[in-house]
Nanobody, 121 residues
Framework: QVQLVESGGGLVQAGGSLRLSCAPS????????MGWYRQAPGKQREWVAV???????NYADSVKGRFTISRDNAKNTVYLQMSSLKPEDTAVYYC???????????????WGQGTQVTVSS
């Protein structure tokens, strides 16, 4: 069964940088859009960034100019490079991908387990 596995979270000071990574653990036939969401304590999950299979990107206004999403299609991996981090970026970050596993062969949305990012002031 395919799962999305995230890595790269941690504790960083304001103004610092972190890079998150996410890749599926099982066999995948194809991957469409890949993206990142985040959920801060006491708040709803919010969309952060998305990248299409062709490499087009889009960002939430709150992270535009500071975060960069990218993907390596050969590795089925999506990255989120976060720079100029602020305390308000503190949240659990979730990877999302619309993909087709080798089996069963239908397309669905998949989520990672989440990785904690904490930005200290």
């Amino acid at each position: 069964q395919v799962q999305l596995v995230e890595s790269g979270g941690g504790l960083v000071q304001a103004g610092g940088s972190l890079r998150l990574s996410c890749a599926p653990s099982g066999s995948v036939f194809s991957i469409n859009d890949m993206g990142w969401y985040r959920q801060a304590p006491g708040k709803q999950r919010e969309w952060v960034a998305v990248i299409t299979s062709g490499g087009s990107t889009n960002y939430a206004d709150s992270v535009k100019g500071r975060f960069t999403i990218s993907r390596d299609n050969a590795k089925n991996t999506v990255y989120l490079q976060m720079s100029s981090l602020k305390p308000e970026d503190t949240a659990v970050y979730y990877c999302n991908a619309r993909l087709t596993p080798t089996w069963p062969g239908y397309t669905s949305d998949y989520w990672g387990q989440g990785t904690q990012v904490t930005v200290s002031s």
